[in-house]
């Protein structure tokens, strides 16, 4: 609707139909919230919760529509069908922009529970987001270098009790539980630091989504792989770029994996031969993403020519 305008007032009018949009909705959600803090049941506290995720399913969608407005999208998107919304589902994807994070919500709101992602314990103090993360329960994560570890041995193993603590949680109603595998998004130098083995993608780190598996894995339907590719644009992309309307096509191929039993219930941590096994499993998914990210790039490479 407003891609006639120049990418600049595209990417300022987006940004202010983001912002009110966030603001209306934390407004909305204010209310539950403070009923959340003040109530201990934990039944209670956990109804609040399941409110406060539909008012963020009405954010994801005034999001969207904000995005068809703002953008003019070529969606490509392949094998999104046949998932359930009363199922819970841990979703792997590879890491480009941060416009991932609107395109995966965009692409699953409605098809899928509500997205939940691991979060760096800092981002609680983002204004808004940070209370409406913390009243939708997305769990927050502090990370130890492993020189501090070394200097603070007590606290070896918090944030992998933290991330069981709310992995149990989530037991308690349908979920999706999204996790990046490459912790970080791509880009050539960081690819060329790490020696990545992939053309397309940096190392994957398998410990969060073993700790998902070990302690959820009894009560999750599948996962869902989903692969995210920018034909027309090289990384890094900056997330200005996508707002003022530069990625022009978006390339979201998804499949369903069965959960793999032989890795459910077990300890990634201590046990080195689980560990070993798990790591090959997820590097078999990774090399089979590279393929179908080449397979992309180079189908429209041959659309350009």
């Known amino acids: 609707m407003l891609s006639f305008l120049p990418g600049p007032v595209r990417g300022t009018i987006a940004i202010l139909l983001h912002t009110l949009n966030t603001i209306g909705c934390f407004i909305t ?18 109804e609040l919760t399941v409110w406060l995720m539909r008012l963020g399913t009405v954010w994801v969608a005034i999001n969207s529509m904000i995005m068809r407005m703002t953008q003019k999208i070529k969606w490509d998107v392949r094998g999104i069908d046949g998932f ?7 979703v792997v994807s590879n ?18 529970p509500f997205l939940k992602f691991f979060l760096k314990k800092e981002l609680i103090w983002v204004p808004l987001l940070g209370v409406a993360w913390w009243a939708l329960d997305f769990p927050f994560m502090k990370r130890y270098s492993r020189e501090f570890v ?31 595998l490459e912790g970080t998004r791509f880009n050539y130098e960081k ?32 996962i869902v792989d ?37 890795l459910v219930g077990k300890n990634y941590e201590d046990d080195s031969d689980y560990r070993k096994r798990f790591q090959q499993w ?21 659309r350009s020519t």
């Open 191 to 222: 690819h060329q630091k790490q020696q990545s083995p992939y053309n397309h993608l940096l190392l994957p780190r398998a410990g969060g989504v073993s700790i998902v598996l070990s302690t959820m894995g009894d009560v999750l339907s599948g």
């Open 150 to 180: 070394k200097k603070h041995p007590e606290l070896k193993g918090k944030d992998i009790e933290t991330t069981r603590k709310y992995c149990r949680k989530f037991k308690n109603s349908p979920i999706s539980v999204i996790n990046f």
């Open 84 to 90: 359930d919304r009363k199922s819970s589902y841990l």
């Open 226 to 262: 989903v692969t995210i590719v920018y034909p027309e644009n090289e990384p890094p992309m900056p997330f200005w770029d996508f707002l003022k309307g530069k990625i022009p096509v978006v390339v979201v191929d998804v499949r369903s994996l069965p959960i793999p039993a032989d």
């Open 29 to 46: 959600m204010l209310p539950v919230i403070f009923l959340k803090v003040i109530i201990p049941h934990a039944g209670i506290r956990h």
């Open 95 to 112: 890491h480009r922009s941060w416009a991932d994070i609107l395109v995966l919500q965009h692409l699953f709101n409605y098809r899928i």
């Open 282 to 302: 997820v590097n078999r998914i990774w090399e089979e993403k590279d393929r179908r990210i080449e397979a992309v790039l180079k189908e429209y490479d041959q």
